[in-house]
Protein backbone atom coordinates (compact mmCIF):
# COMPACT_ATOMS: atom_id res chain seq x y z
CA UNK A 1 0.00 0.00 0.00
CA UNK A 2 1.88 3.64 -1.21
CA UNK A 3 2.00 5.64 1.84
CA UNK A 4 0.77 9.41 1.65
CA UNK A 5 -2.53 10.39 0.52
CA UNK A 6 -3.51 7.85 -2.35
CA UNK A 7 -2.84 4.96 0.43
CA UNK A 8 -5.73 6.91 2.57
CA UNK A 9 -9.09 4.36 2.93
CA UNK A 10 -12.70 5.18 2.11
CA UNK A 11 -12.91 5.73 6.21
CA UNK A 12 -9.74 7.36 6.97
CA UNK A 13 -10.33 9.94 3.78
CA UNK A 14 -14.08 10.91 5.44
CA UNK A 15 -12.53 11.49 9.22
CA UNK A 16 -9.76 13.58 7.77
CA UNK A 17 -12.86 15.24 5.64
CA UNK A 18 -14.86 15.70 8.69
CA UNK A 19 -12.09 17.39 10.61
CA UNK A 20 -10.74 19.70 8.16
CA UNK A 21 -14.24 20.89 7.33
CA UNK A 22 -17.26 20.76 9.89
CA UNK A 23 -20.38 21.58 7.64
CA UNK A 24 -22.25 22.38 10.49
CA UNK A 25 -19.94 25.85 10.40
CA UNK A 26 -21.82 26.16 6.79
CA UNK A 27 -25.35 26.53 7.49
CA UNK A 28 -27.31 27.36 10.01
CA UNK A 29 -30.04 25.29 13.06
CA UNK A 30 -32.30 23.28 11.73
CA UNK A 31 -30.28 20.17 10.28
CA UNK A 32 -30.75 18.01 13.96
CA UNK A 33 -30.59 15.11 12.29
CA UNK A 34 -27.08 15.92 10.30
CA UNK A 35 -26.15 17.34 13.65
CA UNK A 36 -26.33 14.10 15.62
CA UNK A 37 -24.40 12.48 13.32
CA UNK A 38 -21.49 14.80 12.73
CA UNK A 39 -21.63 15.52 16.85
CA UNK A 40 -21.04 11.82 17.11
CA UNK A 41 -18.37 11.66 14.96
CA UNK A 42 -16.31 14.22 16.56
CA UNK A 43 -16.92 13.27 19.89
CA UNK A 44 -15.60 9.78 18.98
CA UNK A 45 -12.86 10.90 16.78
CA UNK A 46 -11.47 13.18 19.43
CA UNK A 47 -11.64 10.39 21.56
CA UNK A 48 -10.27 7.72 19.66
CA UNK A 49 -6.70 10.51 18.46
CA UNK A 50 -6.60 11.36 22.41
CA UNK A 51 -6.25 7.59 23.18
CA UNK A 52 -3.59 6.89 20.05
CA UNK A 53 -1.80 10.53 21.62
CA UNK A 54 -1.35 9.08 24.36
CA UNK A 55 0.14 5.72 23.22
CA UNK A 56 2.20 7.85 20.78
CA UNK A 57 4.01 9.68 23.88
CA UNK A 58 4.56 6.44 25.69
CA UNK A 59 5.92 4.88 22.55
CA UNK A 60 8.20 8.55 21.70
CA UNK A 61 10.33 7.97 25.27
CA UNK A 62 11.29 4.00 24.24
CA UNK A 63 12.42 5.14 20.88
CA UNK A 64 14.28 8.11 22.03
CA UNK A 65 15.77 5.63 24.78
CA UNK A 66 17.00 3.37 22.56
CA UNK A 67 18.81 6.23 20.55
CA UNK A 68 20.28 7.96 23.76
CA UNK A 69 23.90 7.22 24.44
CA UNK A 70 25.34 9.05 27.82
CA UNK A 71 28.58 8.77 27.09
CA UNK A 72 27.91 11.38 25.09
CA UNK A 73 27.56 13.97 27.41
CA UNK A 74 24.93 15.99 25.69
CA UNK A 75 22.78 17.66 28.29
CA UNK A 76 20.18 18.80 25.47
CA UNK A 77 19.38 15.88 24.62
CA UNK A 78 19.72 13.94 28.17
CA UNK A 79 16.83 16.97 29.17
CA UNK A 80 14.59 16.07 26.28
CA UNK A 81 14.64 12.66 27.62
CA UNK A 82 14.22 13.35 31.11
CA UNK A 83 10.82 15.20 29.32
CA UNK A 84 9.78 12.72 27.19
CA UNK A 85 10.01 10.18 30.47
CA UNK A 86 8.14 12.45 32.46
CA UNK A 87 5.60 12.58 29.29
CA UNK A 88 5.67 9.16 28.94
CA UNK A 89 4.77 8.09 32.82
CA UNK A 90 1.69 10.12 32.91
CA UNK A 91 0.34 8.58 29.73
CA UNK A 92 0.85 5.06 31.07
CA UNK A 93 -0.96 6.24 34.07
CA UNK A 94 -3.99 7.31 32.29
CA UNK A 95 -3.70 4.23 29.94
CA UNK A 96 -3.48 1.93 32.70
CA UNK A 97 -6.68 3.73 34.53
CA UNK A 98 -8.73 3.11 30.78
CA UNK A 99 -8.81 6.96 30.43
CA UNK A 100 -11.54 7.75 32.70
CA UNK A 101 -12.09 11.45 32.34
CA UNK A 102 -11.83 10.80 28.66
CA UNK A 103 -14.64 8.21 28.51
CA UNK A 104 -16.52 10.16 30.68
CA UNK A 105 -16.40 14.06 28.67
CA UNK A 106 -17.26 12.27 25.83
CA UNK A 107 -20.03 10.23 27.01
CA UNK A 108 -21.19 13.78 28.55
CA UNK A 109 -21.05 15.29 24.70
CA UNK A 110 -22.71 12.17 23.01
CA UNK A 111 -26.04 12.51 25.61
CA UNK A 112 -25.67 16.34 24.98
CA UNK A 113 -25.95 15.10 20.94
CA UNK A 114 -29.14 12.71 22.03
CA UNK A 115 -30.67 15.45 23.92
CA UNK A 116 -30.30 18.15 21.81
CA UNK A 117 -31.29 15.44 18.16
CA UNK A 118 -34.77 14.93 20.85
CA UNK A 119 -35.20 18.49 21.69
CA UNK A 120 -35.26 19.97 17.93
CA UNK A 121 -36.61 17.22 16.26
CA UNK A 122 -39.71 17.26 17.71
CA UNK A 123 -41.18 20.61 16.68
CA UNK A 124 -39.67 20.26 13.31
CA UNK A 125 -42.06 17.40 12.94
CA UNK A 126 -44.97 20.11 14.22
CA UNK A 127 -43.69 22.55 11.40
CA UNK A 128 -43.24 20.11 8.72
CA UNK A 129 -47.15 20.92 7.38
CA UNK A 130 -46.88 24.06 7.56
CA UNK A 131 -43.32 24.34 5.81
CA UNK A 132 -44.61 22.08 3.00
CA UNK A 133 -47.48 24.75 2.61
CA UNK A 134 -45.41 27.64 2.24
CA UNK A 135 -43.20 25.50 0.15
CA UNK A 136 -46.48 24.97 -2.23
CA UNK A 137 -47.37 28.81 -2.15
CA UNK A 138 -43.83 29.98 -3.45
CA UNK A 139 -44.53 27.65 -6.02
CA UNK A 140 -47.62 28.63 -7.21
CA UNK A 141 -47.75 32.14 -6.63
CA UNK A 142 -43.75 32.89 -7.12
CA UNK A 143 -44.21 37.04 -6.23
CA UNK A 144 -45.07 35.83 -2.30
CA UNK A 145 -41.19 34.83 -2.31
CA UNK A 146 -39.45 38.31 -1.54
CA UNK A 147 -42.00 38.89 1.52
CA UNK A 148 -41.56 35.30 3.32
CA UNK A 149 -38.56 36.26 5.16
CA UNK A 150 -37.39 33.83 7.69
CA UNK A 151 -38.67 36.19 10.52
CA UNK A 152 -42.11 36.22 8.70
CA UNK A 153 -42.47 32.54 8.38
CA UNK A 154 -41.72 31.86 12.23
CA UNK A 155 -44.59 34.32 13.26
CA UNK A 156 -46.54 32.58 10.29
CA UNK A 157 -46.02 29.11 12.29
CA UNK A 158 -46.16 30.28 15.43
CA UNK A 159 -49.59 31.80 14.51
CA UNK A 160 -50.83 29.04 12.92
CA UNK A 161 -49.64 26.59 16.15
CA UNK A 162 -51.97 28.99 17.95
CA UNK A 163 -55.06 29.50 16.15
CA UNK A 164 -55.17 25.41 15.85
CA UNK A 165 -54.31 25.31 19.02
CA UNK A 166 -51.22 23.31 18.73
CA UNK A 167 -48.93 22.61 21.78
CA UNK A 168 -45.38 22.55 22.11
CA UNK A 169 -43.70 19.53 22.50
CA UNK A 170 -43.25 18.82 26.41
CA UNK A 171 -40.09 19.07 28.08
CA UNK A 172 -37.12 17.01 28.82
CA UNK A 173 -37.29 15.50 31.97
CA UNK A 174 -36.73 12.08 33.69
CA UNK A 175 -34.09 9.25 32.73
CA UNK A 176 -33.96 6.35 30.22
CA UNK A 177 -36.26 6.21 27.35
CA UNK A 178 -39.07 7.95 28.96
CA UNK A 179 -37.30 10.96 29.19
CA UNK A 180 -37.61 11.08 25.50
CA UNK A 181 -40.80 9.16 24.74
CA UNK A 182 -43.09 11.52 26.52
CA UNK A 183 -41.81 14.09 24.34
CA UNK A 184 -41.44 12.32 21.10
CA UNK A 185 -45.07 10.84 21.57
CA UNK A 186 -46.23 14.53 21.27
CA UNK A 187 -45.73 14.57 18.25
CA UNK A 188 -46.14 10.85 16.76
CA UNK A 189 -42.86 9.54 17.21
CA UNK A 190 -43.12 7.14 20.74
CA UNK A 191 -41.95 3.60 19.85
CA UNK A 192 -44.44 1.60 18.02
CA UNK A 193 -45.67 -1.19 19.23
CA UNK A 194 -43.20 -3.83 17.46
CA UNK A 195 -40.42 -2.23 18.48
CA UNK A 196 -40.36 -1.39 22.13
CA UNK A 197 -37.33 -0.02 23.85
CA UNK A 198 -35.29 -3.31 24.96
CA UNK A 199 -35.60 -3.38 29.03
CA UNK A 200 -31.46 -3.97 29.16
CA UNK A 201 -31.73 -1.16 27.18
CA UNK A 202 -32.98 1.14 28.83
CA UNK A 203 -31.47 0.47 32.01
CA UNK A 204 -28.35 1.71 30.11
CA UNK A 205 -29.71 4.98 29.55
CA UNK A 206 -31.30 5.45 33.19
CA UNK A 207 -27.17 4.63 34.64
CA UNK A 208 -25.76 7.38 32.32
CA UNK A 209 -28.76 9.49 32.78
CA UNK A 210 -27.61 9.76 36.38
CA UNK A 211 -24.35 9.13 35.96
CA UNK A 212 -24.08 12.20 34.16
CA UNK A 213 -25.84 14.57 36.70
CA UNK A 214 -23.29 13.26 39.06
CA UNK A 215 -20.21 14.10 37.13
CA UNK A 216 -21.56 17.72 35.80
CA UNK A 217 -23.12 18.79 39.70
CA UNK A 218 -21.58 16.17 42.39
CA UNK A 219 -18.29 16.80 41.42
CA UNK A 220 -18.54 13.11 39.74
CA UNK A 221 -19.04 11.56 42.90
CA UNK A 222 -22.20 9.01 42.92
CA UNK A 223 -25.38 10.23 45.46
CA UNK A 224 -27.96 8.87 47.49
CA UNK A 225 -30.82 10.37 44.44
CA UNK A 226 -28.59 8.54 42.03
CA UNK A 227 -28.51 5.20 43.75
CA UNK A 228 -32.69 5.56 43.80
CA UNK A 229 -32.84 6.59 40.37
CA UNK A 230 -30.55 3.89 38.77
CA UNK A 231 -30.25 0.87 41.27
CA UNK A 232 -28.75 -1.23 39.40
CA UNK A 233 -25.54 0.77 40.19
CA UNK A 234 -25.50 0.02 43.70
CA UNK A 235 -23.54 -2.89 42.72
CA UNK A 236 -20.72 -1.07 41.71
CA UNK A 237 -20.90 2.31 43.76
CA UNK A 238 -22.07 3.06 47.02
CA UNK A 239 -22.91 6.63 48.26
CA UNK A 240 -19.89 9.06 47.78
CA UNK A 241 -18.15 7.00 45.67
CA UNK A 242 -15.73 8.64 42.84
CA UNK A 243 -17.48 7.51 39.44
CA UNK A 244 -14.50 6.26 37.10
CA UNK A 245 -15.94 4.89 33.93
CA UNK A 246 -13.36 2.21 32.23
CA UNK A 247 -13.53 1.37 28.29
CA UNK A 248 -16.38 -1.13 28.97
CA UNK A 249 -18.48 1.27 30.39
CA UNK A 250 -18.04 4.11 27.65
CA UNK A 251 -18.95 0.92 25.53
CA UNK A 252 -21.96 0.34 26.99
CA UNK A 253 -23.04 3.72 27.72
CA UNK A 254 -21.78 4.87 23.90
CA UNK A 255 -24.07 1.73 22.10
CA UNK A 256 -26.89 2.92 24.34
CA UNK A 257 -27.11 6.48 23.01
CA UNK A 258 -26.11 5.78 19.25
CA UNK A 259 -28.76 2.78 18.97
CA UNK A 260 -31.26 5.19 20.56
CA UNK A 261 -30.56 7.83 18.43
CA UNK A 262 -30.75 5.40 15.58
CA UNK A 263 -33.70 4.84 16.71
CA UNK A 264 -34.98 8.07 16.92
CA UNK A 265 -34.08 9.05 13.07
CA UNK A 266 -35.61 5.95 12.19
CA UNK A 267 -39.25 6.97 13.44
CA UNK A 268 -38.62 9.96 11.48
CA UNK A 269 -37.62 8.47 7.92
CA UNK A 270 -40.73 5.85 8.82
CA UNK A 271 -43.53 8.81 9.63
CA UNK A 272 -43.45 10.36 6.00
CA UNK A 273 -44.62 8.83 2.77
CA UNK A 274 -41.67 8.64 -0.16
CA UNK A 275 -38.54 8.78 2.61
CA UNK A 276 -36.69 6.01 3.27
CA UNK A 277 -33.92 5.34 6.05
CA UNK A 278 -30.57 5.24 4.79
CA UNK A 279 -29.38 3.16 7.10
CA UNK A 280 -32.34 1.73 8.14
CA UNK A 281 -33.61 0.99 11.80
CA UNK A 282 -30.90 -0.34 14.33
CA UNK A 283 -31.50 -3.44 16.00
CA UNK A 284 -32.75 -2.96 19.26
CA UNK A 285 -32.38 -6.74 20.51
CA UNK A 286 -28.58 -6.17 20.08
CA UNK A 287 -27.59 -2.87 20.63
CA UNK A 288 -24.72 -3.22 22.74
CA UNK A 289 -23.22 -3.84 19.12
CA UNK A 290 -23.83 -0.09 18.46
CA UNK A 291 -20.56 1.32 19.85
CA UNK A 292 -17.74 2.29 17.46
CA UNK A 293 -15.20 -0.43 16.67
CA UNK A 294 -12.34 -0.54 18.49
CA UNK A 295 -13.77 1.96 21.16
Known sequence: MPVGEEGLGEYARDQLDAALRDRRLERGHGAMIDDFGLAVEEIER????????????????????????????????????????????????????????????????????LDALVEYLTPAVLDLPFQALMKRTEEEIPEVVEHLTPEIRKRLIEKTRELLEIKAPKSLRGKGAARYERRLEAV???????RPIPADLNQALIEFGVIRDCLIHRAGRIDGKALQLAPSLSGRYSEGDLIRLVGEDYRTYSAAIRCYGAEVISRWFTKWPGLSDPDGPPDLEHWRGCHLIGA
Open 46 to 113: TRAMSQIGLVEIRAAYERAKSNFDPRNNDDKHEYELQALRQRAELATAELDRDCPALNAQALIGLNSA
Open 188 to 194: GLDAPED
